[in-house]
């Protein structure tokens, strides 16, 4: 432009323009935001670039990496805590620790008994408390449907939602009702068990 | 109707000057819609936020969050927002112009179709009639009494720029040209539909396409609704209110033309980690980043401006509102870009710290302009003092503290949600693998929200006390404005028209002509031809428009087909649209992005070709409550009976559930006179559905209605639920995921035996 931006006395000069009283100064861009402009702009096309050819993570290499980033995770947890056994027995013997069944009453409240009642006398899901089982009455195959669940019946797996010890618990808690036929239980369902 | 130009004796007198009176009226019946529906919508806003930190407040059917949310954004969008920029537009392009507005009965068609259409959306919504689409929820007739209006109201405005007294354009005016097309476009675009009923219709489009023409619209709604017509409103009022010339014309041409070309091209960034495929949401960031100085060209011209002013700040409410809401423009202008780089996205997408961010720019930037302009207008509208300037100013002090209040609540609760979804603890399993946890650890900062939000309440209803009583302590007799100005022929000396030469255009001519008449500034000569201006202006949003959504539904490598992928039965079809009625796409997604905490936490992330039944798609933008993408496989599927026992009362099966209550769904029967009609809509919209299968519509809900509700009996659940809403809500969400897990488990089941045979 050829105006001159500045008048002698080194004040900002006025456009010779008005609309409605208001003028407009012939003030240049600021230049710190010209540049930013100018930047944005490159690193756009550098990103484009970069991305179009590898450089840069898209949305499948994101996830392969955060889930190679996890299952090290997992993998070295479980290294280092083996998980715990499964046999009877020892089940027996991890149900029957201090403190297990009142751990297991906590995450009965929470978790299981909006179906299967406060008191495990069944509502959607069946009766706990009696000694008619679905998926048989052994602590290994309770143990086993609260890990895997049961879908088709609607019952979910709480094996990735807990920690191990806490659905040892839960069994722990479970094994501990047995038999107290508390109020409105709801009606047998599966096979008698009689292990215990 | 008053003659919008009179020729008056001092016109005798002077024959190059004419008499204009300006529309003043119509300004005054903005105002009073803005602050009247700035009032509603606020409070609609603040029995919503209640409603997430008690649920309780969940009163009746039609005031769920589900139904209220919809309400709430329209209302701030269009009737607050709306009205005052209308009133923006009318006051000042009249004046920028000098010429009445093109004709006084196209001005109160404008006005009160427009209250009528605000009107109608806040019975509709409220009764579940939407379209599901975020700002665009209602239905077909009112999106066509929109375009109708809005066809008024652009007839109305460039009939007054061709019938105008100043040759050349002012910054404001570009600015609402660019609001008027672009609006436009978008709205004809995004609304298109095949009716079912007379308040029911399907998009045109599917899954992946229908999202990025939603969010294509979406995001331009924040551009040309809330952003360009509020920055033409800055170039105007803020210099008349502080009596500074604008900082720089330079700038203001730069960052138009930027931001106008740009913004456009950003919607993606709403998309990104979706199934839509990631060039596209790749081209919305860069985009959305390369706006961040055009954005901010306009906030430097807004504060410079009033560089010099800041002596009045201390009492004068208009500048400090002003002041204000220029700086929260410049702060969700930044903060926007930042939200739109993929990785900052990958936290706070689907979380409250995009409820802060919208805020940051709703409540600071449009409100505060907002009140701002009203507050300079009333003593020149109504010729009368403000009723009280403590009172003005305390309005911007609650105001004030109200956003910040109200954002640092959402950002603490966004980040922290964020934060938790993605934590995994020592074991490698998610740190909150419950999802009602991360709710809860939020109800604290939803509170908080409360009171920041009643705190802008009490400012604005002391702005429309304030509006009131100013009113009717006015004693003067209202009268619109006269002013006398060059007559248009001296003004205008024929610079529109360039004449062709009989036989046809000779080229040297017509550039010899345009030379001379630029003298050398090729912008100064557009800004005296308003039609090439208006031009260039749609050319430059249709490209980045028709860079991005014609390959989507064109190329179809872009969505690749899963053959397991079916149409819903009849009975799943009317419990979608009863989930489209109860508005749970508010609350819920159905999009799970490729993160492993995702995939743990809900399954296999969204495809592409999973939705290509999905008229419309049903993605969502926020999660206060949990993913649904999989509600029907694996892990995450329940029983009948627990979702019957969750709609009746979801504090049943999850004690700290946040969700409403769906008790009418238990005791109403499905509506199935609209099945057949509404199969044979998504016929036309190609989903192939047989003619024998829309004959059996109804009989085939009913069988698949009865077999649902025996399997909810036989499991010990509620008697007699067949053809009951419930049933059909539960059949819908039992077939989420099945297509592709069926899909999975074919793939699977192949490589194992690929893996046998040789």
């Not at chain 1, 609260?146 to 191990?164: R, S, T, Y």
């Not at chain 2, 033309?257 to 949401?281: C, D, K, N, Q």
Request: aromatic fraction near 12%; charged fraction near 15%.
């Amino acid at each position: 432009m050829s105006e001159q931006r500045h008048n002698v006395s080194g004040e900002d000069v006025l456009k010779p323009h008005e609309y409605d009283g208001i003028q407009e100064y012939d003030n240049p861009l600021p230049g710190w935001w010209k540049w930013s402009f100018y930047v944005t702009i490159v690193w756009s096309g550098v990103y484009v670039v970069a991305i179009g050819l590898g450089f840069i993570n898209d949305y499948t290499m994101d996830l392969q990496t955060e889930s190679v980033r996890v299952d090290t995770l997992v993998r070295e947890w479980e290294a280092a805590h083996p998980k715990p056994t499964i046999t009877e027995e020892e089940l027996a013997a991890a149900v029957a620790a201090p403190g297990a069944s009142e751990q297991g009453g906590a995450i009965f409240a929470s978790k299981c008994a909006s179906c299967h009642g406060d008191k495990g006398q069944g509502l959607i899901g069946p009766n706990l408390t009696d000694k008619f089982w679905i998926h048989g009455g052994s602590l290994k195959s309770i143990h086993t449907v609260i890990a895997e669940g049961a879908p088709d019946k609607g019952m979910p797996a709480w094996g990735p939602l807990m920690k191990p010890d806490e659905v040892i618990a839960a069994v722990s808690w479970i094994r501990s009702v047995q038999g107290t036929e508390p109020a409105g239980a709801k009606a047998p369902q599966g096979e008698p068990y009689e292990g215990n | 109707m008053e003659a919008a130009l009179s020729t008056g004796p001092a016109a005798h007198a002077s024959p190059r000057m004419e008499q204009v009176t300006y529309d003043d009226r119509i300004v005054r019946w903005f105002v009073y819609a803005t602050m009247v529906w700035g009032a509603v919508g606020m409070l609609v806003g603040l029995i919503i936020a209640l409603q997430i930190a008690w649920w309780p407040a969940n009163v009746h059917e039609v005031l769920t969050f589900g139904r209220l949310r919809p309400l709430h954004t329209n209302a701030v969008i269009f009737a607050f927002a709306g009205n005052a920029i209308f009133a923006a537009i009318y006051y000042s392009s009249q004046r920028l112009l000098k010429t009445r507005m093109f004709s006084d009965i196209l001005s109160q068609a404008h006005f009160w179709g427009w209250q009528g259409i605000i009107v109608s959306a806040a019975i509709t919504l409220p009764l579940g009639y939407s379209q599901s689409k975020e700002y665009a929820e209602l239905e077909w007739p009112i999106d066509i009494a929109i375009a109708v209006v809005w066809v008024v109201f652009a007839i109305n405005f460039f009939g007054a720029i061709a019938r105008r007294r100043e040759k050349h354009l002012y910054v404001a005016i570009w600015f609402y040209i660019a609001t008027i097309i672009t609006v436009a476009v978008l709205h004809i675009f995004n609304s298109l539909v095949i009716p079912a009923g007379v308040l029911k219709s399907y998009s045109v489009y599917a899954g992946v396409q229908d999202a990025l023409v939603q969010w294509w619209y979406g995001h331009n709604a924040v551009a040309f609704f809330l952003t360009t017509p509020f920055l033409g409103l800055m170039y105007y009022f803020p210099p008349k209110a502080a009596n500074r010339p604008v900082f720089s014309y330079k700038l203001s041409i730069i960052h138009f033309g930027s931001l106008v070309f740009i913004y456009i091209w950003a919607g993606p960034h709403h998309l990104h980690y979706t199934a839509l495929p990631e060039w596209a949401s790749t081209l919305g960031m860069v985009f959305s980043v390369m706006l961040w100085m055009p954005s901010w060209g306009g906030m430097l011209n807004g504060l410079l401006t009033l560089r010099g002013a800041w002596g009045k700040l201390r009492d004068d409410a208009v500048l400090k509102f002003f002041v204000v809401g220029i700086t929260f423009y410049g702060m969700s202008t930044f903060e926007g870009p930042m939200l739109s780089v993929k990785s900052v996205n990958a936290l706070s997408h689907y979380t409250d710290w995009t409820i802060a961010h919208v805020h940051s720019g709703a409540l600071g930037w449009n409100g505060f302009m907002t009140f701002g302009m009203v507050y300079w207008l009333v003593p020149k509208l109504w010729k009368t003092e403000m009723w009280s300037k403590k009172l003005a100013n305390a309005h911007f002090w609650l105001g004030t503290i109200g956003i910040i209040v109200y954002v640092m609540a959402m950002y603490s609760a966004g980040v922290a949600q964020g934060l938790m979804w993605r934590a995994f603890d020592e074991t490698g399993r998610l740190a909150y693998p419950d999802f009602v946890e991360t709710v809860a650890e939020l109800i604290p900062m939803y509170w908080v929200r409360v009171v920041g939000g009643t705190l802008y309440l009490a400012g604005t209803l002391l702005g429309v006390l304030n509006l009131v009583m100013s009113v009717v302590k006015s004693k003067a007799k209202l009268s619109d404005e006269t002013v006398s100005v060059t007559a248009r022929e001296v003004v205008m000396g024929g610079a529109e028209a360039i004449p062709l030469p009989r036989g046809g255009v000779k080229y040297d001519d017509v550039l010899n002509k345009v030379h001379a008449q630029s003298h050398g500034n090729i912008h100064r000569m557009l800004e005296g031809w308003g039609g090439v201006f208006t031009v260039l202006v749609l050319v430059g949003i249709l490209v980045g428009s028709i860079a991005e959504i014609v390959p989507m539904i064109l190329v179809k490598s872009n969505i690749p087909t899963i053959a397991s992928v079916q149409p819903y039965t009849p009975l799943e079809l009317e419990g979608r649209d009863l989930y489209i009625r109860e508005g749970c796409n508010n609350c819920h997604s159905q999009m799970i992005r490729p993160m492993r905490h995702e995939v743990e936490r809900y399954g296999e992330y969204g495809k592409p070709g999973e939705y290509v039944y999905e008229h419309p798609f049903l993605w969502g933008s926020k999660r206060t409550g949990p993913d649904l993408a999989r509600e029907g496989v694996g892990k995450l599927r329940k029983s009948h009976t627990w979702h019957v026992r969750h709609f009746e009362n979801p504090r049943a099966v999850n004690e700290k559930s946040i969700m409403p209550a769906y008790g009418w769904l238990l005791e109403r029967d499905l509506d199935m006179s609209h099945t057949q009609q509404k199969l044979r809509a998504m016929i036309t919209l190609g989903v192939p559905y047989t003619e024998a299968q829309v004959e059996s519509a109804v009989s085939d809900a009913e069988k698949q209605s009865a077999s649902i509700a025996a399997e909810i009996e036989a499991e010990g659940g509620p008697a007699g639920l067949a053809n009951k809403e419930v049933v059909a809500m539960i059949a819908y969400l039992q077939r989420l995921g099945v297509d592709l897990d069926r899909e999975m488990k074919l793939g699977a089941e192949a490589s194992a035996q690929s893996e046998v045979a040789p």
